[in-house]
């Protein structure tokens, strides 16, 4: 069992910054690929960035291309999505997911979810 807690979510202007930590249990986590995702109200979830178990590797999606990225702490079993020059079309609710698999993590069949962490841009 993984659990995930995410934080450091909030409101911020248009063209700031944030950036959210999703901290996980156990002793194990670098054998877990790692992602975030994100849900617009009234809108399916949407995978954003994902990180392999060593960090070695990630995929993005195209909309956060050049704006986000994602990194990981191994030691502190924490995972990290960096965002800056938020947009308004941002603004969601971000979870992290965790999953063996690094091609299961990004998708919705994920094994592990957190709870989430609202993310509100303003125009």
């Known amino acids: 069992q993984v659990q995930l807690v995410e934080s450091g979510g909030g409101l911020v202007q248009a063209g700031g910054s944030l950036r959210l930590s999703c901290a996980a249990s156990g002793r194990t986590f670098s054998m877990y690929a790692m992602a975030w995702f994100r849900q617009a109200p009234g809108k399916e979830r949407e995978f954003v960035l994902a990180?392999?178990?060593?960090?070695?590797?990630?995929f993005r999606a195209g909309s956060v291309e050049g704006r986000f990225t994602i990194s990981r702490d191994n030691a502190k079993n924490t995972v990290y999505l960096q965002m800056n020059s938020l947009k308004p079309e941002d603004t969601a609710v971000y979870y992290c997911a965790a999953d063996t698999s690094l091609a299961v993590v990004r998708t919705r069949s994920a094994a592990y979810w957190g709870q989430g962490t609202q993310v509100t841009v303003s125009s």
């Open positions: 990180v392999s178990g060593s960090g070695g590797t990630t």
